[in-house]
């Protein structure tokens, strides 16, 4: 014992560390954090295979990030010669993947001016105003596209549309809109925008309603799925936790 004691106190440490420094960075269930700290190594080793493995498919992104910023690059010199809409379109869309938003929207409103004829780059532009606040200036791009393809996106472009409605004052549209999405649709986007809509009105029941069913997919959720919408989980609780019961 007291060899593997001393085999394992530099390396369970390390293992501890890991771990933490994941679940800190991660935000998976609390509950975690008393494996890690009360089974020591043990309980760290569980948790990183549990949760910190298949994370490991997250590092090929930052590979495609580096290709993401060659062609940017590649993109952006192409430009000077050859300025066509798709160009543009496909500038907007690797800027969008880096979360760049600003000129993200530069290149869809040069995509558009150069007369892009398809509906993407006006949705994407629309994407871009609404995630940099400024709702009344996706509505335009936001209503053209949902009046074309009224599902476009797996229906988020109808509800981003709600959503700019209730942002701008308009939410009697706002909810129909979102009436109408959410019955096609179980995007937790759009239950807690709704959930906040409902929320602003005072209808706390309701806004209560709608952000418990963002939870309530949780548990038949397979594992890569619960880490993309840990965001979502983390608002929901945020807004129940805000909401008189």
């Known amino acids: 014992m ?3 004691s001393h085999f394992l106190y530099p390396w369970g440490l390390i293992l501890q560390g890991l771990a933490i420094v994941h679940f800190i960075r991660r935000r998976p269930d609390t509950w ?3 494996i890690i700290l009360f089974l020591g190594p043990i309980g760290a080793a569980v948790y990183l295979f549990a949760e910190a493995l298949p994370d490991i498919g997250l590092a090929r992104h930052s590979f495609k990030g580096f290709s993401r910023r060659k062609r940017i690059s590649q993109l952006e010199s192409t430009l000077h010669d050859n ?6 379109e496909e500038l907007g869309d690797l800027y969008m993947d880096e979360g760049k938003l600003q000129p993200a929207r530069a290149a869809f409103n040069n995509a558009i001016a150069a007369r892009a ?5 006006f949705y994407q532009r629309g994407v871009c105003a609404i995630l940099l606040g400024d709702a009344a200036g996706a509505l335009p791009d936001l209503e053209r596209t949902v009046t074309q393809d009224f599902d476009h996106d797996f229906y988020r472009a109808a509800g981003l549309l709600a959503h700019a409605y209730a942002q701008t004052g308009e939410k009697e549209k706002a909810e129909a809109l979102f009436r109408r999405v959410t019955a096609a649709s179980t995007s937790s986007e759009t239950y807690l925008n709704f959930a906040n809509l ?3 009105e005072g209808r706390n029941a309701e806004a209560r309603e709608w952000a418990q069913k963002v939870l309530d997919k949780k548990p038949n959720m397979p594992g890569y799925l619960r880490r ?3 965001p979502w989980f983390r608002s929901a609780n945020s807004l129940l936790k805000r909401l008189p019961a």
């Open 2 to 4: 007291g060899f593997l």
């Open 32 to 34: 975690w954090l008393y």
């Open 117 to 121: 004829n398809t509906i993407d780059p």
């Open 83 to 88: 300025p066509s809409p798709g160009n543009y």
């Open 228 to 230: 993309r919408e840990r």
């Open 198 to 200: 409902l929320a602003s």
